[in-house]
T-cell receptor, first 112, second 113 residues
Framework: SQQGEEDPQALSIQEGENATMNCSYK?????LQWYRQNSGRGLVHLIL?????REKHSGRLRVTLDTSKKSSSLLITASRAADTASYFC????????????FGGGTRLMVKP | DVKVTQSSRYLVKRTGEKVFLECVQD?????MFWYRQDPGLGLRLIYF???????EKGDIPEGYSVSREKKERFSLILESASTNQTSMYLC????????????FGPGTRLTVL
């Protein structure tokens, strides 16, 4: 079963707007990671946030983590057409070693 | 940069054929993984390996086997391909620590006719 569930499943915005994707998970985690996948390609790691962190930034990406609500959000600011992709959250459950568990993903379309 | 390569981007096979999917990583990673990705189901772990000749079943190992004879290479084998194994197959590698990210190959889209 999937540990993480992304919301929304699909998102369509105009270039320049911000995009927010959410991830909810079920069990305690060591860390949560966000990945991006361009159509028909492999996944690329974007950012990792540890369970004792609340917010992390990387360029135009901002990730928050609320362990009390078992949720995370990924914000992409000033979106570009090249940001069009699927975005997945993945968790490392506290009792599962190095086993990442992926959610179903959010398909983001940024219209030029 | 970590590089993970997969032997084929696209593959078409017939039902009953034996299929080999090869994955090679160049960063001396201990862990290697095979996933399949299907619409609406996300990524599901088939097998992983934490060392040469070591393997562990993932969530959906039925119909698959794996081989890891060398650290850099992890092979996924479909002993007798079936149409329900038509999917995107993704290989990944990582260091053995619990917080490490996974590095993915470009994927192999397998069609079984």
């Amino acid at each position: 079963s999937q540990q993480g569930e992304e919301d929304p499943q699909a998102l369509s915005i105009q270039e320049g707007e911000n995009a927010t994707m959410n991830c909810s998970y079920k069990t305690s985690i060591n860390n949560l990671q966000w990945y991006r996948q361009n159509s028909g390609r492999g996944l690329v790691h974007l950012i990792l946030i540890r369970s004792n962190e609340r917010e992390k930034h990387s360029g135009r990406l901002r990730v928050t983590l609320d362990t009390s609500k078992k949720s995370s959000s990924l914000l992409i600011t000033a979106s570009r057409a090249a940001d069009t992709a699927s975005y997945f959250c993945a968790t490392v459950p506290a009792n599962a070693g190095n086993m990442l568990t992926f959610g179903g993903g959010t398909r983001l379309m940024v219209k030029p | 940069d970590v590089k993970v390569t997969q032997s084929s981007r696209y593959l078409v096979k017939r039902t009953g054929e034996k299929v080999f999917l090869e994955c090679v990583q160049d960063m001396d990673h201990e862990n290697m993984f095979w996933y399949r990705q299907d619409p609406g189901l996300g990524l599901r772990l088939i097998y992983f390996s934490y060392d040469v000749k070591m393997k562990e079943k993932g969530d959906i190992p039925e119909g698959y086997s794996v081989s890891r004879e060398k650290k850099e290479r992890f092979s996924l084998i479909l002993e007798s391909a079936s149409t329900n194994q038509t999917s995107m197959y993704l290989c990944a590698s990582s260091l053995p620590t619990r917080t490490d990210t996974q590095y993915f190959g470009p994927g192999t889209r397998l069609t079984v006719l």
